[in-house]
Every structure is written in structure tokens, then in C-alpha cells.
Nanobody, 121 residues
Framework: QVQLVESGGGLVQAGGSLRLSCAASGSIFSIRSMAWYRQAPGKQRELVATITSSGSANYADSVKGRFTISRDNAKNTVYLQMNSLKLEDTAVYYC???????????????WGQGTLVTVSS
């Protein structure tokens, strides 16, 4: 069974920065893609950024130029560096990974528990 543990959320003033981390543990053969989603109060969960196993990244228009996703394959960890934070970035942030695990090695989507990011004025 694969588990994702997130860290790094908290309270920050507008214009500030935070770095989120998400580490996968368990019996992992490989991780195809890693991503960050977020869900603001009263809104649907939305995709923030994704990164492939080769390091190719994509971002939501709302965070382009401000957020950077990266991954450490040796540590099975994905990061989200968030700069120039805005009030509208306030949300619960969830990491997501598509993994392959024994014994069947099928692709499995796994979610973290979420970490709250609050941006204040």
C-alpha cells in the first residue's frame, strides 16, 4: 500500500512564499506522474501543476510564473514552491501520484491527506 504524506502548509501574508512537500512511502515500483491539486472553500478541486517522470511540468494559468513543481525520484517526493502568493491561493492542497506497485504492477492513483495554505492580507 502506498501512502503520501504532505507537509509545508501554513499561514503566510500575501506576496510571501511557501514550499510544500509530499513524500510517498510503501511498496513502490515506479511513479509515473506527480501533481498538486487544490480545493478552496466552496469550490471544486482543481489541478495546480503536474510533472512527469522525465521532469516535464505543466501549470494552471492562475499559477504560471509564480509556482514551480519539482520532484526527487530517489526520494519519491514532489515539491511545490509557491511564490508571490495571493489571497485566492488560499486552499487545501493535495498531492497526487500515479504509481505502479507489486504484485500486479497496475497503475494506481494515490492522494495525500491535504495541507492547508492560508494567505492573509
Amino acid at each position: 500500500q502506498v501512502q503520501l504524506v504532505e507537509s509545508g502548509g501554513g499561514l503566510v501574508q500575501a506576496g510571501g512564499s511557501l514550499r510544500l512537500s509530499c513524500a510517498a512511502s510503501g511498496s513502490i515500483f515506479s511513479i509515473r506522474s506527480m501533481a498538486w491539486y487544490r480545493q478552496a472553500p466552496g469550490k471544486q478541486r482543481e489541478l495546480v501543476a503536474t510533472i512527469t517522470s522525465s521532469g516535464s511540468a505543466n501549470y494552471a494559468d492562475s499559477v504560471k510564473g509564480r509556482f514551480t513543481i519539482s520532484r526527487d525520484n530517489a526520494k519519491n517526493t514532489v515539491y511545490l514552491q509557491m511564490n508571490s502568493l495571493k489571497l485566492e491561493d488560499t486552499a487545501v492542497y493535495y498531492c497526487n501520484m500515479v504509481t505502479r506497485t507489486p504484485p500486479d504492477y497496475n497503475y494506481l492513483q494515490v492522494w495525500g491527506q491535504g495541507t492547508l495554505v492560508t494567505v492573509s492580507s
